[in-house]
């Protein structure tokens, strides 16, 4: 499983439950990224998207508990069945990533073994952080791209690996 987002300088992810930047460059690769695979999300995460749909061509699996059943994503009630899909899913051979929010990212971090982070150098008087990687000694930078302008903000993508995956 794989973590993907966006931060600013601060390692924040989000405000008022939507993103705090509009970055083209990070949109597509968020995209070109999950398409055709697993997104896992909690239940704000899914609010937050236009008419609380799920995303398009991918597999949407929200963490709901006491949600309802619905026809366009998986619900699903409780930590343990959501890491028992997930398992199913890989052996599979897809391809999972945590999308958010907050609360889902700090739940699942310790089970992913990448994390896929826009930096944005910026300041995005954020409400919502993911933690600071950098500081976290079981992480490490294994790809980092060269800074590139986009939408007036400067960015650079970052592939941390987890040294210390937990199995689930």
């Not at 889902?104 to 994390?115: A, D």
């Not at 930078?141 to 400067?154: I, K």
Request: hydrophobic letters at 40%; a negative charge.
């Amino acid at each position: 499983m794989r973590a993907i987002l966006h931060a600013d300088k601060n390692w924040g992810i989000g405000k008022a439950n939507a993103l705090m930047f509009r970055i083209p460059a990070d949109m597509k690769f968020f995209k070109e990224t999950t398409t055709g695979n697993v997104v896992v999300m909690g239940s704000n995460t899914l609010r937050s998207f236009p008419g609380g749909k799920p995303l398009k061509d991918r597999e949407n699996i929200v963490l709901f508990p006491g949600g309802e059943e619905r026809e366009d994503c998986l619900i699903v009630q409780s930590l343990d069945e959501l890491l028992k899909i997930i398992k199913g899913r890989e052996a599979e051979g897809k391809k999972v990533y945590v999308i958010g929010g907050q609360m889902m990212y700090k739940t699942l971090l310790s089970y992913c073994e990448e994390v896929l982070v826009t930096k944005v150098d910026a300041v995005g008087d954020a409400d919502a952080f993911f933690e600071n990687l950098d500081e976290n000694p079981n992480f490490e930078v294994v790809s980092e791209s060269e800074p590139q302008e986009t939408n007036g903000y400067l960015i650079k993508f970052v592939t941390y690996r987890n040294r210390a995956v937990e199995k689930y």
